[in-house]
């Protein structure tokens, strides 16, 4: 099992920043892609960005060269700065994970979620 712990969020002016951090722990083999997804109300959840352990990166279309996700493969974290936010960035944004783990002598791959934390962003 894996444990996504995020932090970061809150009420920030539009035009303002804000930084959210992703933490995973537990029995982890390896962790293969990380990402952050954003569901605001009455929406779909959405993809917002991911990175791979390379360090490939995909953005959806509304947040490219405003968000800039990265991550700490030593400290198994993922990063996602925020600039130049908008009201309709406003949503609970989850991290996400998909992770190898151990399970015995052998090793199992899946997908796992944060708890989301909230992102309001005021006009």
């Known amino acids: 099992q894996v444990q996504l712990v995020e932090s970061g969020g809150g009420l920030v002016q539009a035009g303002g920043s804000l930084r959210l951090s992703c933490a995973a722990s537990?029995?982890?083999?390896?962790?293969?892609?990380m990402g952050w997804y954003r569901q605001a109300p009455g929406k779909r959840r959405e993809l917002v960005a991911t990175v791979t352990g390379s360090g490939n990166t995909n953005y959806v279309d509304s947040v490219k060269g405003r968000f800039t996700i990265s991550r700490d493969n030593a400290k198994n974290t993922v990063y996602l700065q925020m600039n130049i936010l908008k009201p309709d960035d406003t949503a609970v944004y989850y991290c996400?994970?998909?992770?190898?783990?151990?399970?015995?002598?052998?090793?199992?791959?899946?997908?796992?979620w944060g708890q989301g934390t909230q992102v309001t962003v005021s006009s």
């Open positions: 537990g029995s982890i083999f390896s962790i293969n892609a």
């Open positions: 996400y994970a998909d992770s190898t783990t151990f399970l015995g002598a052998t090793t199992i791959r899946g997908d796992y």
